[in-house]
């Protein structure tokens, strides 16, 4: 077998079986950690986490909110897993949901008359360009002046909040709030639902769609050139493949999938825009992304339960007494042990054998 041939197969089976011991081995020792922390405050440990579960998915409705909560994470840890399985670091995407949220929002508020078959659309279409050529930027620096995708994509982050501030304070500002947000959206512009009783919409189905599409792409002539390009660079070049196009075309893909979950976040569920629709899921869907082993199936996981998490946090205040701010502490603990864990695997040589930690490092 080829030296190319052990470069394609072996990272994948050992990235997705390394990353979930790694994802529950985090999950088990914070569950451990917060549970001694609750008893010493004297909060019941079990009715906190029987508290979370009826919250996250105790009824129909409840189960349908975890599931919109987990749609735009997952749709763009999606779009990020090939970039960053190339080794690009795209932190923007905050500011590409931004924009393609704001896109989709002028596309609907200028045509509000435009029935839904073909406004729908091209709400859809906007936002995904928008995030797109947002994404496109760092990219083509990235490609061309060698300038660090992670400091470009940020500096987009902020210039994103910046535009929306300014649009929000002025032209944009509804009349009717006093609040920096826009009118709402004409009533043809949202996105249908699919489960009664619930406002869990059809974006989640265009979500799950790019999972097959991810693994099919995966296991194509172009996942195989992707594999080369991020495991090794100089092997790349020695294959023909033109890092600079594909860097361009990785953070585009990126951009793409956050301009469409801001036409979703937009369109389905706030029905207006303000200056803060993307900041908390832009930058928690690179962790799910992580946690889910850049593997399309952990990373449908990986967003499940931080839905799950982050719906069910909104219910411990009434359930059992505790602050839902403790989910963002359990969040953040989680990430913090699953960072120690994958690295000190790294380090112990446990992944010696494969080149699969260049996809979370580039040499």
């Known amino acids: ?82 970039s960053l399985r190339a080794g690009l670091y795209n932190i923007g995407a905050p500011g590409q949901m931004a924009f393609g949220a704001l896109a989709s929002t002028v596309i609907a508020l200028q045509a509000p008359t435009l029935p839904s078959a073909i406004l729908v659309p091209a709400c859809a279409i906007g936002g995904c360009l928008a995030g797109a050529l947002t994404a496109f930027l760092p990219g083509l620096l990235k490609a061309t002046w060698r300038a660090n995708e992670i400091i470009t994509t940020l500096a987009m982050n902020f210039i994103a909040v910046a535009v929306l501030g300014y649009l929000l304070t002025g032209v944009m500002q509804s009349d009717f709030a006093n609040l ?124 499940l339960a931080f839905g799950a998490l982050l719906h069910g946090g909104d219910s411990l205040q009434v359930g059992a007494g505790v602050s839902p701010e403790i989910v963002q502490v359990l969040l953040g603990l989680i990430l913090l042990a699953y960072a120690i864990r994958a690295t000190t695997s790294a380090a112990t040589g446990t992944e010696g054998r494969t080149r699969s930690w260049t996809f979370w490092k580039r040499s």
Do not use: C, K
């Open 180 to 303: 920096p947000q826009s009118d709402s959206l004409p009533a043809n512009s949202a996105l249908p639902t699919f489960i009664p009783g619930t406002r869990t919409h059809i974006g989640l189905l265009v979500a799950l769609l790019a999972v097959p599409l991810l693994w099919a792409a995966d296991r194509s002539r172009l996942g195989y050139r992707l594999r080369i390009f991020g495991a090794n660079p100089s092997l790349a070049r020695q294959a023909q493949i033109r890092p600079g196009r594909y860097t361009i075309w990785l953070m585009t893909l990126g951009g793409a999938g956050a301009g469409l979950a801001g036409w979703m976040q937009v369109a389905a569920l706030d029905h207006r825009l303000y200056v803060g629709i993307a900041t908390p899921v832009g930058y928690a869907a690179l962790f799910v992304a992580l946690l889910g082993a850049l593997h399309p199936l952990g990373t449908v996981l990986a967003a």
């Open 1 to 82: 077998m080829s030296l190319l041939s052990l470069t394609h197969r072996t990272p994948r089976q050992a990235s997705f079986g390394r990353g979930l011991v790694n994802l529950l081995t985090a999950v088990a020792v914070v569950a451990g950690l917060v549970a001694a922390l609750l008893a010493m405050v004297g909060v019941d440990p079990a009715g906190t986490a029987q508290a979370m579960w009826s919250g996250s998915f105790g009824t129909l409705r409840s189960t349908g909110e975890t599931l919109i909560r987990a749609t735009p994470l997952l749709l763009i840890a999606l779009a990020l897993i090939p």
